[in-house]
Nanobody
Framework: QVQLVESGGGLVQPGGSLRLSCEAS????????VGWFRQAPGKEREGISC????????YYADSVKGRFTISRDNAKNTMYLQMNSLKPEDTAVYYC???????????????????WGRGTQVTVSS
């Protein structure tokens, strides 16, 4: 079965940390750019980070730069998002994605991807 499955979401206090994981099955991430989007209630889906497959270049949206770190482990067919210094405005459903041109799509504000996870809820609240 071809799918991306996220894990690691939950409830955390402001200033806390969470690590999201996204494992692919049924296909390999090796030649795909991978990344993360999020969607808060009443807002459009926002691309927040990606890693290219070609040169490993990384993109972060200004809203998460310096606080979030994206990584990938091709041997485990998995991508990660380490989220530190979390704020209430980070509350959203977080989706992982994979696509040959994901970083291009994301940097141009396009929510296009061949593969999507179903999402994991992250809630930042005291």
């Amino acid at each position: 079965q071809v799918q991306l499955v996220e894990s690691g979401g939950g409830l955390v206090q402001p200033g806390g940390s969470l690590r999201l994981s996204c494992e692919a099955s049924g296909f390999t991430l090796d030649n795909l750019a991978v990344g993360w989007f999020r969607q808060a209630p009443g807002k459009e889906r926002e691309g927040i980070s990606c890693i290219s497959s070609s040169d490993g270049s990384i993109y972060y949206a200004d809203s998460v730069k310096g606080r979030f770190t994206i990584s990938r482990d091709n041997a485990k067919n998995t991508m990660y998002l380490q989220m530190n210094s979390l704020k209430p405005e980070d509350t959203a459903v977080y989706y992982c994605a994979a696509d040959p041109n994901l970083c291009v799509h994301l940097t141009y504000g396009r929510g296009w991807s061949d593969y999507w996870g179903r999402g994991t809820q992250v809630t930042v609240s005291s």
